[in-house]
């Protein structure tokens, strides 16, 4: 499905990087003057950050645009954002489920992020993207994010607070001693952790090979029908 207006589509796009923005200054509780470093090692907090950022470059870009056949500007970015996305609301759903939530504030935004940006994200590519930008390779490309994430929380947790010692109790960018808990060697193991990390891996990469097809079908679909119409003439 694709709908060829561009004020919606702006107005939806800007409506996803205002909200973003205020569900950022929201979890780092800048409203509040209680600035929660912390909140910023997170991987939803980093996806968060770089879709508020892209989706402000892409309502300025359309708003100035005057392609038709061109709805969106670097699809493997944008991939990438939605991928993200569905793989923290996947795993916060089914490996996390809301566990260590210490008040009403934190359990809405966290849920906002978690629940309500995949969601329109999502509606935003399938109402206002035309199809056929994905590429095969790129579910590999948006498995990047997560892999360089987890190179990140064993490079703080394991090399600067377990031989530098620079941190007093936690790791500087987490609240724990790892930001979600299928990254602890100590509490499950390393052939469990490395399972984990494989499965998520695996069902990203998955995921990634859908949101590819999703984005396939369509032109496939539309291509078979303008031949059969052309072969009947």
């Not at 795993?91 to 489920?97: E, S, T």
């Not at 809405?108 to 935003?124: C, K």
């Not at 494989?198 to 998955?206: D, N, T």
């Amino acid at each position: 499905m694709y709908i060829n207006y561009k004020p919606l589509a702006v107005f939806l796009r800007m409506i996803i990087a205002m909200g973003g923005t205020l569900l950022l200054l929201a979890r780092l509780q800048i409203f509040t003057g209680n600035f929660q470093v912390k909140q910023v090692g997170l991987f939803s907090t980093i996806m968060l950050f770089v879709a508020i950022v892209y989706y402000y470059v892409l309502s300025f870009w359309q708003i100035n645009n005057t392609k038709k056949d061109k709805t969106c500007i670097a699809p493997w970015l944008k991939g990438t954002i939605l991928l993200s996305f569905i793989g923290i609301c996947a795993v916060d759903h089914f490996l996390i489920n809301g566990n260590a939530i210490p008040n009403w504030q934190r359990y809405f935004v966290t849920n906002m992020i978690t629940y309500v940006m995949p969601a329109v994200l999502l509606l935003d590519y399938l109402l206002f993207d035309k199809k056929g930008n994905f590429k095969l390779f790129f579910p590999f490309i948006w498995l990047i994010p997560e892999i360089l994430y987890t190179v990140y929380v064993y490079v703080v947790v394991l090399v600067l607070d377990g031989k530098l010692k620079l941190f007093t109790q936690y790791p500087y960018p987490f609240e724990k001693a790892y930001p979600y808990t299928f990254y602890d060697v100590v509490a499950n193991g390393t052939v469990n952790t490395v399972a984990t990390l494989l499965m998520i891996f695996v069902c990203f990469v998955a995921i990634g090979f859908m949101l590819f097809l999703l984005d396939l079908i369509p032109v496939k679909l539309k291509d078979s029908l303008a031949k059969k119409k052309s072969d009947s003439e």
